[in-house]
C-alpha cells in the first residue's frame, strides 16, 4: 500500500486492451495492494493525477494498447461552494424555500471537473453573503440547500432549501414519493400508444458507468407515467410524471421503451444523417424539460405548484418538427 500522496505506477497490459482507463486502472490498483473507491478515482480523473507519459488521462477513453499510468493517489480538499455572479431565474421565493428556473447547460451543484459555475454558486451569491444554505447530515459541504437534481442538460424547475428544517420537510417528501414533477421530452419515433406506465429495476449500466439500466434483478424500482402530447413524422413529444426520482430514470425509460431523447448522445446513438438529426444538432443537448413541481410547502403545509413553459432553444426544435409533414392524431396541444 503507497503512502497517501505518493505517485504509483501501474502497468497496464494487453488484458486491458479495449477497456474504459477507469475500470483498467482501478483493477490494476487493486492488484497492487492499493485501497481505491470508484468515487475516489473518479476524484483523481478530474484532478489530472492520472497520467501517462505526462499527459492526463480521460477516464472513458480506451485502452489501444500497454501504457504506464502515474496515479497521485491523494485526494483534492474537500469541495466548499461559494457564490459566484451568475444569471439566476428565481420563480418564487419566501424565508424557507427558493424556487428557480435551471437553464439548460448548468451543473446543480460543484462537483470534480466543475467547481464553480453551478446553480448553488449562483444561489449563494443571489442571497448574499450574510445567509447561509443548510447542509443535510451525511451530504458534502459542496451541496448546500439542494434536497433534489436535475441533469445539466436538462432545464426546469428545482427548489432549494433555505433553512434546515426546509431541507429535512422536502427531503421527507421526495422519500415518500408524495412530489408532483412531470417533465416535457422530444423523442424519436412514435408510439402506438396514448399514454402507458413504465416500471422496471434501475442500476448501473455494466457497459458504460454513466448509464443507468433497467436491470429487474435489482429491488430498486423506477416508475414513470409516460402520455403523449404531440405526435409529428419521425417524433413524439412526451410528457413523462415521475413516481419514483431515480437518476436519469426519464433517459432511461425512453431508451428502454425505444423512444430516446433527441439529442441524448449518451442513451442513444445518433442517426446517422436526416432533419432530427440536423435539428438534434442545432439543439446541442438532450429535449428534456422540468415543466411542473408540485410540493407541500415545509413550514405551513400549504400546497404549491409550479409550472415552467417550453425555453427558446425547444421551441425552436418543436417549431422544427412541426414545420414537416406533421402527423397529429388527437394529441393534448402543443
Known sequence: MSPQGAPVLVRLSASALHQRYDRAVLAALVAVGVECTRSQLVRWFAAGLVTARGKALRPGACVR????????????????????????????????????????????????????????????????????????????????????????????????????????????????????????????????????????????????????????????????????????????????????????????????LGYPLIADTLYARAAPGGRISRLAADLGRHALHAEVLGFRHPKSGLELRFESSLPPDLQRLASGLASHAEVDRGGAGA
Open 65 to 256: 494498447g500497454a501504457t504506464d499510468v502515474e496515479v497521485v493517489a491523494v485526494d483534492p480538499p474537500p469541495l466548499r461552494a461559494v457564490a459566484q455572479d451568475l444569471p439566476l431565474a428565481v420563480v418564487f421565493e419566501d424565508p424557507h424555500i427558493l424556487v428557480v428556473n435551471k437553464p439548460a447547460g448548468m451543473v446543480v451543484h460543484p462537483g470534480p471537473g466543475h467547481a464553480h459555475g453551478t446553480l448553488v454558486n449562483a444561489v449563494l451569491h443571489y442571497l448574499g453573503a450574510a445567509e447561509r444554505l443548510p447542509v443535510l447530515p451525511g451530504n458534502p459541504l459542496h451541496r448546500p440547500g439542494i434536497v433534489h437534481r436535475i441533469d445539466r442538460d436538462t432545464s426546469g424547475l428545482l427548489v432549494i432549501a433555505r433553512t434546515t428544517a426546509a431541507q429535512e420537510g422536502l427531503a421527507r417528501q421526495f422519500r415518500d414519493h408524495s412530489i408532483e414533477r412531470s417533465y416535457l421530452g422530444f423523442v424519436r419515433g412514435t408510439p402506438n400508444w396514448e399514454q402507458r406506465e413504465v416500471e422496471t429495476g434501475h442500476a448501473r449500466d455494466p457497459s458504460d458507468r454513466r448509464r443507468f439500466t433497467p436491470d429487474e434483478s435489482q429491488a430498486r424500482r423506477a416508475v414513470t407515467h409516460i402520455e403523449v402530447v404531440r405526435r409529428y413524422s419521425a417524433a413524439t413529444k412526451l410528457r413523462f410524471r415521475l413516481y419514483t426520482g431515480r437518476t436519469h430514470q426519464i433517459r432511461m425509460h425512453a431508451r428502454h
